[in-house]
């Protein structure tokens, strides 16, 4: 600074003073400022993740939320019936090796080739680097005149339809976007490798209870609802074993606690054939199908041979004496997708992995104790239902396959109902295996239902293409085919079961009655009724059909939105998630993306020994077709009710800006979480920081492990793992 020199030194030095001392007040001004930041955010970590990430909370002060607390719900980025904020336009890169590169690479999802060092979910790094975090990020803020356009992907909600997407900081969101093409970093991404927090260290795990009542460790909320299923007028279409869920102000804040003497699951491959006795502490089976072999107990262990009511020398000859019977059936080359109804344990769906066949498995809830629990604990994809009154919670032309094996199922009852819903899910083309009784018994019942069944089998216009009896085991089985076209159908003398009305959705699914109507295949240019590509080819490449929609539900257009969800997941999956997060993938056998968009997040695993089931939130836009055509299974879901599995069913849980667009409280979805969550699984979230900071503090609650917190402006990833802790007091 220059100073008159007509001044006098006591002037001068006055002035000095004043200079001097407004420094030092700025100075520390900057400090204090400085400081005021979490500390767990000063440092980046030494791996790579998305942007949407934020510091973490975890400190002995914050808030902790009990049993009966209920925190507020943060703002939502979207509103039922719209796209989310995902899009394709943004990246941050690092290179934790050589040097940091932030660029760009494509029209839409911008890439960075990194390779960070890989960690085990047991030892957390503890190394910082100052470079930054990388991945990249499909969150795009799309407008309502973006929406509008989207017409083709609807939503299986009815309160959303005509909602516009709510974009709450269009600005903030259009500045975040912009920084990120560029080659330079304006604001520096934050994260933190955390390491896990010593056992008491913190005094914020004491406002929590066990639930207490009988059968609390196997608790499913919405099929264990006694005051619900009391008062239902009739059980004769077994609505007792549907979903009846309770309020959310009804529903249990307690935790659901562990069978004594849990331990870690028996991993995959070896899983399909043991698991330990006192994760699934239930008995029942063994002796109820002794003769069946469906379950042996050997000392600490149940053991599955690989038998069934039908498949009495394996499930693997079964289904290999099935591809003999019909050999365009093709299993993991043009049959891929499968839905086995009436279960069992699942060995069908378990040994058909060897054939690269994915199968839906579902039983109901029953006196068959625990069938679809064994499954999920062995690793098999399946969950609690029954074919009641309700649709089954898939779009139409889905599955490529429709087995039953003696399922208990009386498909010549009710004019053939059930099989009229078999229709409506089953590909166009695709088979009905059947293998029961009635197929090769000569009892007079079971002729009658034999006779009774096929009539109705060709009402439906479907063609018996063998009926066999296998000379090793003495198991009869039929294979029906459904019509490639309507012609067969437009042919029928007597239009019984009549078509369904044009106003009738045939992908509407959730909470929706069946019907004993037939909707016609679709036809015309972007119909959902050609065969998708033999697999493997099929989960990389857009179903034709695609070609015809106008919008994809990021706003491009669809076959290019989805070849950029697909590029960007693989990028994310092989750069980040895989080496990146402290997961130790050799531990993860079941997973659920709870908000699925076009099942990217699973096609980029495909190569990993693990299955993917695929949620489509019901208030999101419809892509569960597409995820199917794809060769992956999923469903349907309202992330306001707890979902139909047992607890501890899964080992990898991925939320991706989940949370933000419910529209009901998150601290029950993240309780639901904790119950579905096998102790040592992890959770991944991506979402907005006002979101998840409170997800944070719940999770802290819960004895939950926060691994990793990454932030970038205004949005998260959060990593974190669940632990076998459970309060000591009980709730009842």
Known sequence: MRFPKHRSDKETLSVYYMVGGAGFIALLLIVLWENSAPPEIAEPAPAKFNQNGRSSTNNPGSKVWNSTQVPEKPPS?????????????????????DDLKV????????????????????????EKTDELPEEISTQAELTSETKEETSNFETQGTESKDEELVIQNEEAAKGFIDSSSDTSVETEP?????????????????????????????YIPCLDNLKAIEALPSTKHFQHRERHCPSEEDLPKCLVPLPKGYKKPIQWILSRDQIWLKNVPHTGLVSYKKDQNWVKQEEDKFIFPGGGTQFKIGALH?????????????????TRVVLDVGCGVASFGGYLFDKDVITMSFAPKDEHEAQVQFALERGIPAFSAVMGTQRLVFPSNAFDAVHCASCRVSWH???????????????????????ATPVYSSSDEDKKIWTDTLTIVQRLSWSLLVKRQDPQTGVGVVVFQKPEDNELYDLREVLEPPYCEEDDKPDAAWYVPMKACIHRIPTGEGARSKWPREWPLRVEFAPSWLTGSKKGIYGSPAVQDYESDTAHWMHVIQKSYLEGVGLNWSTIRNVMDMKAGYGGFAAALITQQLWVMNIVPVNEPDTLPIIFDRGLIGMYHDWCEPHSTYPRSYDLLHADHLLSTIKCNDFNLVLEMDRILRPEGWAIFRDRVTTLGKVEEILQSLHWKVV??????????????KTFWRPEGSSR
Request: contains cysteine; proline residues 5%; glycine residues 10%.
């Open 103 to 126: 660029g760009q690479n494509g029209q839409q999802a911008q890439k960075a080739d990194v390779s960070p060092e890989s960690t085990e979910s047991e030892q957390v790094p503890k």
């Open 708 to 721: 990793l917190s990454y932030t970038q402006e205004n949005e998260q990833l959060l990593v974190a793992q």
């Open 77 to 97: 980025n979207a509103v039922d019936g719209g796209p989310d904020n995902k899009g394709k336009d943004e990246t941050f890169a690092e290179d934790t090796k």
């Open 190 to 218: 934050k994260s933190t490798l955390k390491e896990p927090a010593v056992e008491g260290e913190e005094d914020v795990h004491d406002m929590w209870e066990l639930c207490a009542w009988e059968g609390a460790q196997d």
């Open 413 to 435: 009852a009710e004019g053939g109902i059930l099989l009229v819903e078999l229709n409506r899910v089953l590909r166009p083309g695709g088979f009905f295996i059947w293998s």
């Open 318 to 334: 079964y289904i290999e004496f099935i591809q003999e019977m019909v050999p365009s059936i093709a299993w993991g080359k043009r």
